[in-house]
Each structure stands twice: as structure tokens, then as C-alpha cells.
């Protein structure tokens, strides 16, 4: 247990679109995983995690997938479906906020994300701090 109490030192803003030429359903080795967000050295708070379909989402959606990975294995964290929409200049597009009270990454660890669909464009954003 820590002697003193760890805060907020760095603001941390991840962002990254997944949109991959393979489907990746695989729960614990995905092969297609992009990098959202990266811990700093004291380790990384996470409060939020976003996603906003950027582009057409096909009939019965996509499933956005999010890893935690320590540099060698994926640990599955969440799973979400993401509607099928095709946005428009007429039309807001709905994002799909996740909040976690607990999502603390260690130095080393990042948050990564997959999709289940081939190239469905979704934007993956993460807000947090680092320690």
C-alpha cells in the first residue's frame, strides 16, 4: 500500500479509428488490435472511453471490442455494440460514452481496441490522467 495518496498529474487524451480489412472475433489473441491509449510511468486513470461511428455502420452493427495488454497478452475489458447508422450531414451521429471508476493502467500497460466487422469506421476515444 502507497505512503501517499496518488493524483492526477497529466491530463491523457487516446484516440484512435478502427476500421479493419479483417474481421478480429477472437476474445483473448486478437490479430487486428489498435492502440488507444498508453499508461505514463506512474500508471494511468481512465474515466472514460468514447465511441462515434465515423463512417457507414452495416445492417446489425459492429461490436467494438476493448483489451487491456500488458505488452505480451490481451485481457478482454468490455464489449460493445455499436448500431448500425450511416451519418449524414443532417443528422447527428450518436456517440456511445462508457465511464469506469476503476480502470487504473500500470506503467506498461495500454488500452487497445478491435471491431468485429470488416471495415466499419469507428472513432475510439479514452479520457483520463496519469498518476
Known sequence: MATAPAYAATPLIGAAVISNSSADTNFQTPSHATSVATAGSSGTKITEVDLL????????????NLYLYN???????????????????QQNVTKIPLYYDNLVLPNGWSLYATETVVTQAVQVSAFGASL
Request: proline letters at 10%; glycine letters at 12%; charged letters at 5%.
Open 53 to 64: 461511428p465515423v463512417g457507414t455502420i452495416s445492417s446489425g452493427g459492429v461490436v467494438v
Open 71 to 89: 505488452g505480451s497478452t490481451y485481457y478482454l475489458l468490455d464489449s460493445v455494440l455499436v448500431p448500425a447508422v450511416t451519418p449524414a450531414t
